[in-house]
């Protein structure tokens, strides 16, 4: 996953510069959402009366006839469709991009929707741009599970967040505990000395 200086750099870059477009990455971060998940919500998907965020379909690239295509398809598994509450601070961002759009997508080049691929490579770009080393767009899903737990989330409401049958999954697959951190840990139970 990113550090938290990492993140940092990241979210400041994003919300410093305005690109709509680029919001899809820090949404990811406080939200956990997969990269086809967060391309294929739409802003009929926000209730933004209640703060809440549903997953209900994800999208991928393939090709037909035609060339590239963007197809929309069910979640991942049955567990992946869910409702996310959304913090205050996403929820205000979120309004003042939806008043801008000009696309039923969230994340929109403009009235197009984004593919899978092109969004990968425009997260590549990003890091590249802010000197952080690569890894792949699913960092950030990482990175919202170790934060999650990190402020002490409990693991079940965590693996239901993220869309697992069961918080077996989220442990083996999420907690990662940062050097940071653990140093911290250490230290407060150093304090008992």
């Given at each position: 996953?990113?550090?938290?200086?990492?993140?940092?750099?990241?979210?400041?870059?994003?919300?410093?510069?305005?690109?709509?477009?680029?919001?899809?990455?820090?949404?990811?971060?406080?939200?956990?959402?997969?990269?086809?998940?967060?391309?294929?919500?739409?802003?009929?998907?926000?209730?933004?009366?209640?703060?809440?965020?549903?997953?209900?379909?994800?999208?991928?690239?393939?090709?037909?006839r035609r060339g590239h295509i963007r197809v929309i398809d069910s979640p991942k598994?049955?567990?992946?469709?869910?409702?996310?509450?959304?913090?205050?601070?996403?929820?205000?961002?979120?309004?003042?991009?939806?008043?801008?759009?000009?696309?039923?997508?969230?994340?929109?080049?403009?009235?197009?929707?984004?593919?899978?691929?092109?969004?990968?490579?425009?997260?590549?770009?990003?890091?590249?741009?802010?000197?952080?080393?690569?890894?792949?767009?699913?960092?950030?899903?990482?990175?919202?599970?170790?934060?999650?737990?990190?402020?002490?989330?409990?693991?079940?409401?965590?693996?239901?967040l993220l869309g697992h049958k069961n918080a077996t999954i989220t442990l083996n697959?999420?907690?990662?505990?940062?050097?940071?951190?653990?140093?911290?840990?250490?230290n407060r139970l150093g304090k008992l000395l």
């Amino acid at each position: 996953c990113f550090s938290c200086r990492e993140q940092k750099e990241m979210e400041t870059y994003v919300l410093k510069h305005g690109k709509d477009k680029l919001f899809g990455i820090v949404l990811c971060l406080y939200t956990g959402l997969r990269i086809g998940e967060l391309l294929a919500l739409t802003w009929g998907d926000i209730d933004f009366e209640k703060d809440l965020l549903f997953v209900s379909k994800t999208c991928y690239d393939a090709s037909d006839r035609r060339g590239h295509i963007r197809v929309i398809d069910s979640p991942k598994t049955v567990h992946s469709g869910r409702v996310i509450p959304l913090p205050k601070q996403i929820v205000s961002l979120l309004k003042k991009i939806k008043k801008r759009s000009v696309s039923e997508y969230l994340i929109a080049d403009g009235n197009k929707p984004v593919f899978v691929r092109s969004y990968q490579r425009t997260f590549e770009l990003l890091l590249m741009k802010l000197k952080i080393p690569h890894r792949g767009f699913h960092a950030l899903r990482h990175t919202f599970a170790t934060r999650a737990m990190e402020c002490g989330m409990d693991v079940k409401t965590l693996s239901e967040l993220l869309g697992h049958k069961n918080a077996t999954i989220t442990l083996n697959r999420y907690a990662h505990s940062l050097l940071e951190h653990k140093t911290e840990m250490m230290n407060r139970l150093g304090k008992l000395l």
